[in-house]
């Protein structure tokens, strides 16, 4: 049978709150709450920093988005594809919300945005990752290899394209240096901190090798060190 698992901690939310709302729209709103209530406290001399993590489920099966956002995408002939660029601006929106939300709060200037996504496209849920091989759940670099980006006015320099090798596990260290914070437990230590790198494009990079991944059923494995990958 079908189960039902949408909640705020323990709390599962049913009802005209959420029930035919999309959840693209439901997690800003989320999201803009956490960012009041951070306000509030700071008021009342609570204030502390914050981390807030935001995993939309755009753009991911099933492919769902309001009519409204499929106005304004180019119409392709493959209707899946003409639905998930939609869910793409609806993504675009809710991020520029996000930011809005930031700046009313006040918070903006002082914000560090990580924008990434864990893989490559689904190519048969109407992804794209040409010129790449391969799709989401493969090794090869359509699946692997993930776009993102970094946005904040604490950036050195701002509005170019850093090409280093960068794996997830380094996000960890890398933003706990961008707040002066750079010992961290031996279990953080699987990353490596990208952040003078990142600020700074002339730094060398600090990582030369990546382990993609070790599955053992079916067996998949894969590492790349320099520019070779295995």
């Given at each position: ?40 406290n700071d008021m009342q001399g609570?204030?502390?920093?914050w981390f807030t993590y935001l ?52 918070y903006y200037e002082n914000t ?119």
């Amino acid at each position: 049978g079908q189960g039902y698992d949408f909640r705020i901690n323990e709390k599962i939310l049913k009802g005209p709150e959420v029930e035919g709302k999309y959840s693209t729209d439901l997690f800003v709103n989320r999201a803009k709450a956490i960012f009041e209530e951070h306000k509030h406290n700071d008021m009342q001399g609570y204030k502390k920093p914050w981390f807030t993590y935001l995993s939309f489920q755009a753009v991911h099966e099933p492919l769902q988005v309001p009519h409204s956002y499929t106005q304004n995408v180019c119409q392709y002939k493959d209707q899946p594809r003409t639905i998930y660029s939609a869910m793409v601006s609806s993504l675009d929106h809710a991020v520029d919300r996000v930011v809005a939300s930031l700046k009313e709060t006040g918070y903006y200037e002082n914000t560090i945005i990580v924008f990434t996504t864990d893989n490559g496209g689904g190519v048969k849920m109407a992804g794209n990752n040409m010129p790449l091989r391969g799709t989401k759940g493969t090794l090869y670099e359509g699946g692997t290899r993930a776009i993102g980006f970094v946005h904040s006015p604490l950036l050195k320099r701002t509005g170019y394209t850093n090409f280093n090798l960068m794996h997830a596990v380094d996000w960890l260290p890398t933003l706990m240096s961008a707040i002066g914070q750079t010992n961290l437990a031996t279990s953080a230590t699987d990353g490596v901190d990208q952040w003078a790198a990142l600020s700074s494009p002339s730094i060398h990079a600090p990582r030369n090798e990546i382990v993609y991944n070790i599955k053992e059923k079916p067996f998949m494995a894969a590492i790349r060190v320099g520019d070779h990958k295995l």
